[in-house]
């Protein structure tokens, strides 16, 4: 399925304009994707074998095109697993990307904040994860095509593009704060005793995405750059209950600044 996807994907694209750039744009940030130039848009439901957004109203969307002088690809619409799919089905579109021949994933999300030096609004530059969904998306028989059987996680969040990232955000004086990304299967919000265990497992921002994704990619060697914007406290840090309205919210009031800073890293790339 993953081949057909890819092949029905590459007739429809020019072939000088096959993508290097893969983007997974996370809450709030899905709206990059309306800065592309010359898109090329195809809706999920028309490639073959691609899995289907649950969200009503929300088409999912792949959107091919230039960005900052860089052919890229874009996800309008990413999948959680928490929505019930099948953890193959949420790294299907990373599957598709390394068979397109892209080489770099830049995967973007929203997180509640667990080192207390993050303020909501920050955005976190991602150095590493823990996987604490209970899932891994290698399981079963591996695609020796992709990658091996046991892949190195030692440098999953690729050190020249955090450089590069580190550098732009500091030319633009955009604050970027960096730390590990604990990955949680939601859709509940943690508890506060959730979040001191994952403080103390040295977790500086929790989620509920990226991880599959990542593992997938890392698996068949692209170069990874996530980055969070902290949209909340995590649970039991300020006394006041956790709302999917204030994570919208503040990914909102963040979005211009989140945007620049991905423009000016693709342009570096
Ligand atoms: N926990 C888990 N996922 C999240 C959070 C959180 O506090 N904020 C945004 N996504």
Redesign the pocket.
């Known amino acids: 399925m993953i081949e057909k996807a890819a092949s029905y994907l590459k007739i429809h694209l020019p072939e000088d304009r096959m993508p290097k750039i893969g983007m997974i744009l996370g809450s709030g940030l899905g709206i990059l994707a309306d800065f592309i130039k010359e898109p090329i848009i195809i809706d999920y439901k028309d490639i073959p074998g691609f899995p289907q957004t649950t969200v009503d109203g929300h088409a999912g969307k792949l959107v091919f095109g230039n960005y900052q002088g860089q052919w890229v690809l874009a996800m309008q619409g990413r999948f959680h697993y928490y929505e019930g799919k099948d953890i193959f089905e949420v790294v299907f579109p990373v599957r598709v990307m390394n068979l397109l021949g892209i080489k770099i994933l830049i995967i973007t999300n929203?997180?509640?904040g667990i080192n207390e030096s993050f303020q909501p609004g920050d955005l976190m530059l991602i150095t590493d994860h823990i996987n604490m969904s209970g899932v891994n998306p290698l399981r079963g028989k591996n695609f020796d095509l992709f990658g091996p059987r046991f892949p190195d996680m030692s440098y999953a969040y690729d050190i020249e593009l955090r450089e590069i990232a580190m550098r732009e955000a500091e030319k633009l004086k955009i604050p970027l704060k960096s730390g590990v990304y604990a990955m949680?299967q939601?859709p509940s919000?943690?508890t506060p005793a959730e979040i001191r265990m994952l403080r103390i497992l040295g977790a500086d921002a929790?989620?509920?995405s990226t991880v599959p994704e990542v593992i997938t990619a890392v698996h068949g060697k692209m170069r990874v750059l996530g980055i969070s914007c902290i949209?909340?406290m995590?649970?039991g840090i300020l006394e006041q209950p956790?709302t999917h309205e204030e994570?919208l919210k503040t990914a909102e009031h963040t979005k211009v600044k989140f945007m620049k800073l991905i423009e000016a890293v693709v342009s570096a790339i």
């Open positions: 929203a997180a509640g949680m939601g919000f943690e929790v989620g509920m949209t909340n995590a649970a956790l994570v």
